[in-house]
């Protein structure tokens, strides 16, 4: 009783107020000791990464930024984020769940199982002690250290969309769990050809994520889809054109089929245009068989490039018949006599191997037949020479005149004389004559 009076003596009454009044003045300028009540519906204990927390994504920047604990980078670093502005470029809300750990995203994903949260204090013996940036902070189950039954934030996922960890709204405190990551990690493309690709695709997954399927889409309308081996390598190839192929990888997340592709499960694909076939009949021409004016042996000659080939020649002759033959390289050659003398037209249609189609090119040559020569029979009228007489321009001669050139007969010495004294006559009237002649002619012009 005496006590209880020296207690209310207005002097130590007073004096246990003044003391109250500066421990709370001492609690509100600490923000590790600052009550709950400085920050009505939050989490404003000492445990709280961000006093009084924040109520958006705008509000979570500024307060990183200010730092007032002067940690707050290194315990977001220490949890993935590497910029303040990929959680207003990325982070999605999600949702802590006390009784199932579970952290689902609102359309009711589950981004992570087994929740963690990290807080500055050690509330139990279920803590467990982390170092970050040369500070102790504590972690544990959110079963041993949420008292709602659920907490919201914002969660920053990974490239692999596994959960980075989630930023709670009443307090900045990070909370993070087992999570499945997945992803489409690589599309490898070898080029064989030009218009021929190969393809493999490779897959990543964690934490319990699996393949199901993956799709290759060749980007000119075609696909392939790979239920099992997914690795394998497949094999398109593609007409002339610009194309990209994509691959999608299918993936089973805790039950739900998610997928993924990204640039670096594209490719380009440039197919040039192929070279045009290059096919044409160079020569045709026509040897004449020895010893005969009709009959000849015809040779086709063609240039062929870019993949065109000869595959065989129609020879037309003008007197309406025709062979193919097929073509030995790039030759086509066959023999013909004509029934006829004279000049005739030959053409050959040379039929080429162009890819899928067939092309045609013309060549032609005329052939003379000619008719037997004197050679070959003198006896045809226009062989026969002519005689001097026919010519009127020779004197006759033995092989002209034969009965000049008749034998005398042989009859001995007496005929020999005969021959002498006949000469002898014959001498002396032409010089009788001469003689006449010429005095005729003096008389006349009295010379």
């Given at each position: 009783?005496?006590?209880?009076?020296?207690?209310?003596?207005?002097?130590?009454?007073?004096?246990?107020?003044?003391?109250?009044?500066?421990?709370?003045?001492?609690?509100?300028?600490?923000?590790?000791?600052?009550?709950?009540?400085?920050?009505?519906?939050?989490?404003?204990?000492?445990?709280?990464?961000?006093?009084?927390?924040?109520?958006?994504?705008?509000?979570?920047?500024?307060?990183?930024?200010?730092?007032?604990?002067?940690?707050?980078?290194?315990?977001?670093?220490?949890?993935?984020?590497?910029?303040?502005?990929?959680?207003?470029?990325?982070?999605?809300?999600?949702?802590?769940?006390?009784?199932?750990?579970?952290?689902?995203?609102?359309?009711?994903?589950?981004?992570?199982?087994?929740?963690?949260?990290?807080?500055?204090?050690?509330?139990?013996?279920?803590?467990?002690?982390?170092?970050?940036?040369?500070?102790?902070?504590?972690?544990?189950?959110?079963?041993?250290?949420?008292?709602?039954?659920?907490?919201?934030?914002?969660?920053?996922?990974?490239?692999?969309?596994?959960?980075?960890?989630?930023?709670?709204?009443?307090?900045?405190?990070?909370?993070w769990g087992y999570s499945p990551g997945y992803k489409c990690k690589l599309l490898k493309q070898t080029k064989v050809s030009d218009t021929e690709y190969k393809y493999s695709v490779t897959p990543y997954t964690k934490n319990g994520a699996t393949v199901?399927?993956?799709?290759?889409?060749?980007?000119?309308?075609?696909?392939?889809?790979?239920?099992?081996?997914?690795?394998?390598?497949?094999?398109?190839?593609?007409?002339?054109?610009?194309?990209?192929?994509?691959?999608?990888?299918?993936?089973?997340?805790?039950?739900?089929?998610?997928?993924?592709?990204?640039?670096?499960?594209?490719?380009?694909?440039?197919?040039?245009?192929?070279?045009?076939?290059?096919?044409?009949?160079?020569?045709?021409?026509?040897?004449?068989?020895?010893?005969?004016?009709?009959?000849?042996?015809?040779?086709?000659?063609?240039?062929?490039?870019?993949?065109?080939?000869?595959?065989?020649?129609?020879?037309?002759?003008?007197?309406?018949?025709?062979?193919?033959?097929?073509?030995?390289?790039?030759?086509?050659?066959?023999?013909?006599?004509?029934?006829?003398?004279?000049?005739?037209?030959?053409?050959?249609?040379?039929?080429?191997?162009?890819?899928?189609?067939?092309?045609?090119?013309?060549?032609?040559?005329?052939?003379?037949?000619?008719?037997?020569?004197?050679?070959?029979?003198?006896?045809?009228?226009?062989?026969?020479?002519?005689?001097?007489?026919?010519?009127?321009?020779?004197?006759?001669?033995?092989?002209?005149?034969?009965?000049?050139?008749?034998?005398?007969?042989?009859?001995?010495?007496?005929?020999?004389?005969?021959?002498?004294?006949?000469?002898?006559?014959?001498?002396?009237?032409?010089?009788?004559?001469?003689?006449?002649?010429?005095?005729?002619?003096?008389?006349?012009?009295?010379?």
């Amino acid at each position: 009783m005496h006590t209880l009076r020296n207690l209310l003596r207005p002097k130590v009454v007073l004096s246990g107020l003044f003391a109250a009044f500066i421990i709370a003045l001492g609690v509100l300028n600490n923000p590790n000791l600052a009550s709950a009540s400085a920050c009505p519906g939050k989490d404003d204990d000492t445990n709280a990464v961000i006093r009084c927390g924040y109520n958006n994504l705008d509000e979570l920047v500024t307060k990183f930024n200010q730092n007032p604990y002067g940690d707050i980078q290194n315990i977001y670093g220490h949890f993935g984020l590497t910029n303040i502005n990929d959680i207003k470029a990325q982070a999605v809300h999600a949702t802590i769940y006390k009784a199932t750990g579970e952290i689902k995203n609102d359309a009711g994903d589950v981004l992570a199982t087994s929740a963690m949260s990290m807080g500055r204090e050690n509330h139990g013996a279920n803590r467990q002690p982390i170092m970050i940036g040369g500070k102790q902070y504590w972690y544990s189950p959110v079963q041993n250290s949420f008292g709602s039954s659920s907490l919201d934030g914002y969660a920053l996922l990974n490239d692999d969309h596994s959960l980075a960890f989630v930023s709670m709204r009443v307090c900045g405190n990070p909370s993070w769990g087992y999570s499945p990551g997945y992803k489409c990690k690589l599309l490898k493309q070898t080029k064989v050809s030009d218009t021929e690709y190969k393809y493999s695709v490779t897959p990543y997954t964690k934490n319990g994520a699996t393949v199901s399927k993956v799709v290759i889409d060749f980007g000119d309308g075609k696909s392939t889809t790979l239920t099992s081996n997914f690795e394998q390598e497949v094999s398109h190839t593609y007409a002339p054109g610009k194309y990209t192929a994509r691959a999608t990888v299918y993936f089973n997340v805790n039950g739900v089929e998610k997928s993924d592709t990204r640039d670096s499960c594209t490719a380009k694909v440039d197919v040039p245009e192929a070279p045009k076939p290059i096919f044409k009949c160079t020569n045709l021409i026509a040897v004449q068989a020895p010893g005969s004016r009709t009959k000849f042996t015809f040779t086709g000659t063609a240039f062929v490039d870019n993949g065109a080939v000869l595959q065989k020649g129609t020879f037309r002759f003008d007197d309406g018949k025709t062979a193919t033959v097929d073509a030995t390289g790039t030759t086509v050659t066959t023999t013909y006599e004509y029934t006829k003398e004279g000049n005739h037209t030959t053409t050959l249609d040379l039929t080429f191997n162009v890819g899928k189609d067939e092309g045609n090119v013309k060549c032609k040559v005329v052939t003379k037949t000619t008719p037997p020569t004197c050679e070959d029979d003198k006896t045809k009228p226009e062989c026969k020479q002519p005689t001097c007489e026919e010519l009127h321009n020779c004197t006759p001669t033995c092989e002209t005149k034969a009965d000049m050139c008749k034998e005398i007969p042989k009859t001995g010495p007496a005929e020999v004389v005969g021959t002498v004294l006949g000469l002898s006559t014959i001498t002396g009237a032409g010089v009788y004559y001469r003689n006449s002649r010429r005095q005729l002619m003096d008389k006349i012009f009295n010379r």
